[in-house]
């Protein structure tokens, strides 16, 4: 992280992938679109760090319709975009439905921050192109 902070010309703690874990499931988004697995079982591995941000009345079935229909419409594969439309805004909306708290600023304030600076500007076409899928199961079906 020393690297990046260095070019940067601030201090960064870390880049965030968010997911919610619900219900016994990590639900997440990417260039695949919405997917799940069991917790902590994308790619990444166990998180670093678990924000707890309550619990939550919504049942599993009001869940997956909720998802499948962000799936089909918001949050599609093709709609990801590193910056403005990734894990972090998912993780923050969805967090939203269920329990009515945000995730915390420090996460989803960190594409700005980056590209806030000359570097993050200078690296923002090659970081555009990019596309995150940590894996799991689409939660549309698709793949």
């Not at 997911?19 to 069991?38: D, N, Q, R, T």
């Not at 670093?48 to 599609?76: K, M």
Request: overall charge negative; glycine content about 12%.
């Amino acid at each position: 992280m020393f690297v990046l902070s260095h070019f940067l010309g601030k201090q960064l703690d870390g880049i965030w992938h968010t997911a919610v874990v619900v219900h016994g499931e990590e639900y997440f988004f990417g260039g695949g679109g919405i997917s799940s697995c069991p917790p902590g079982g994308t790619v990444l591995g166990d998180p670093d760090s678990i924000v707890d941000l309550g619990n939550t009345e919504v049942t599993t079935e009001i869940l997956i319709d909720y998802l499948t229909s962000l799936a089909e419409s918001t949050y599609r594969g093709d709609k990801y975009n590193l910056f403005e439309h990734n894990c972090n805004t998912f993780s923050g909306e969805v967090a939203q439905f269920l329990t009515g708290r945000k995730i915390p600023s420090y996460i989803t304030d960190l594409p700005s921050d980056i590209l806030s600076t000359p570097f993050g500007q200078a690296l923002r076409p090659f970081l555009d192109s990019m596309a995150i899928n940590p894996g799991g199961n689409n939660i549309s079906g698709q793949r």
